[in-house]
């Protein structure tokens, strides 16, 4: 079908939804193609969609009725995106938040616990690595001759 101008009508269950007017002249495709773009659809927007074209100029007025017919089913499903956001609040991401928060308090008060333990360790003397053996006296001299050893009977 074609004409000088169209009119080209989305129908959502033969309620008029979307009305295009196409004029030949002015369009670049000739009033060969027209489009409808469905966005941000919800549960609402399910049911069966067709298109109807209607020549307008010239005279006479020809409806010519698409045997196309769409059906347009939406499932149930979150949109997070934009003003909805609050709305879709996964209720695990509070949970992983929940786990980063306690490990992140748990790792400070150790890493604080430690540091205060070792400062007070640094601070006491310690005696891990002095020499314990005592020294040697100057004057002490080593015994010479025959040893006699002690009897082990008494």
Same mark, same amino acid.
């Given at each position: 079908m074609t004409a000088d101008i169209m009119t080209f009508t989305l129908l959502k269950d033969e309620e008029i939804i979307s009305n295009q007017t196409c004029n030949k002249e002015q369009d670049a495709q000739n009033c060969?193609?027209? !489009?409808?773009s469905l966005n941000e659809m919800t549960h609402r927007s399910s049911g069966i969609y067709r298109c109807?074209? !209607?020549s307008i100029f010239p005279p006479p007025?020809?409806?010519v009725q698409s045997d196309l017919r769409i059906r347009i089913h939406v499932g149930h499903h979150k949109n997070c995106t934009g003003i909805n956001h609050k709305k879709c609040d996964n209720p695990f991401l509070w949970i992983w938040i929940l786990v980063v928060v306690l490990l992140s308090i748990y790792s400070i008060s150790v890493t604080i616990i430690a540091f205060r333990f070792w400062v007070k360790l640094r601070k006491t003397d310690s005696s891990d690595y002095m020499n314990t053996k005592p020294r040697a006296q100057r004057d002490r001299r080593k015994k010479k001759g025959v040893q006699n050893p002690i009897p082990r009977h008494f």
């Open positions: 060969t193609l027209v !489009r409808f109807e074209g !209607r007025s020809i409806k």
